[in-house]
């Protein structure tokens, strides 16, 4: 019989030391746990109070970058949170999405996310508030950090953000014209990737000053079939500016995380040649995850694929807890494995799944 009503004890307090191990195919006491984001439905579920998501205290990152995202949920939420599913580490949104603004009629710098720039003069309007958004970051990097110290607690943290890419095709051109730019104005996309580019250096460089334990840059740059651009255009443009991103982390010996959704095959080998470490989260509709495990389980840690569909949000906690033991089988040896589902814990998963989840990565998940 699965348990699907309360936590069941777990071996091995959260210990960030327990992630980067993973990260480097080390051996570990058990497999790590580790999510992006649960949704605040969950989070008040098990603190018993509401607290935000694990994005954003007042937001809703599901609804973009448009969205007022507010504060981080404030550490001392998170890290009970942690603490009571087993999770080594916290992640906050570092900056997502490149800072563009626009300035209201009062003159104050608001998001500028609707789709509309379609041609140079259009792009030359955007102000870019890099100094703004890495404040921030400085900010509540050093607020989860003095919070883990007065703790003792061995939590770490990381910062999420980087989508080169995304930011464009979602929010600032829009999907439809940005490809059409990549052939008819590509010079106007790469000098916006670059300037994307040259803040998420600094913001990559700001992580690892203030003492993050890894990074984790993301950009959903694939559909289920294949990348959104051609491998050979990716590798021009995008590739070395990825590779700049992670590169003041991995000179500094930092762990590198990167998630995309879809099928990103073309680009794996690109990725383990800039540093990566942990590949997430290995979409579920374009990966098979066996094969990953072949083709790169001994060059890279794998996270992710337990998919939020079925069996999380549509089956039975029997159906999870032998998915969450499948998964186990194949992924666990060798220590190269943290469990994660394959987008983030959304509250239309029942709370009794996520239960169940997290029971059996506890249950298999022991070395």
Known sequence: MVNSKTLD?????????????????????????????YEDQHVEKFLGKFAGNTLSYGGDPAKGADAEQGRPMYPEEYLDLCEMVGQDALVFDAGLWTPYRRKDEEGNLVPAYKRDVKTRADYEELILDSDGQIANLKKYLKEYKD?????????????LYGCISQT??????????????VYEDRDLIEEMLEESTVH??????????????????????????GLFIPPKLMKEMWVPRMARIMEPAVNAGIPVM???????????????????????????????????????????????NVDIEFPLSKG???????????????????????????????????????????????KYGKY
């Not at 919070?147 to 910062?159: F, H, L, P, T």
């Not at 032998?322 to 029942?350: F, R």
């Open 200 to 225: 998420f250096v600094k913001t990559t460089q700001a992580l690892v000053d203030g003492g993050a334990d890894f990074i984790w840059p993301a950009d959903d740059i694939a559909f289920k079939t």
């Open 168 to 181: 464009l095709y979602e929010f600032v051109v829009g999907m439809n014209d940005f490809m059409m730019m």
């Open 9 to 37: 004890p777990y071996t091995g307090e959260p210990d960030v030391g327990r992630l980067l191990a993973t990260f480097k195919r080390q051996a570990v006491d058990r497999v790590p746990n580790f999510e992006v984001l």
């Open 316 to 362: 039975t906690p029997e159906d999870v807890d032998a998915d969450v033991k499948k998964h186990m089988d194949t992924l666990k040896p060798g220590y190269g494995y943290v469990a994660t589902v394959s987008h983030s814990v959304v509250n239309y998963i029942p709370h009794e799944n996520v239960i169940a989840y997290l029971n059996a990565i506890h």
């Open 147 to 159: 919070a883990i110290a007065k703790r003792n607690s061995k939590i770490g943290v990381s910062g």
């Open 258 to 304: 990167f998630h995309s959704d879809g099928k990103i095959d073309d680009i794996v080998e690109d990725l383990i040649e800039m540093g990566l470490d942990c590949l997430n989260p290995m979409d579920p509709y374009g990966i098979d995850y066996a094969d990953y495990k072949k083709r790169y389980g001994d060059r890279l840690c794998l996270s992710g």
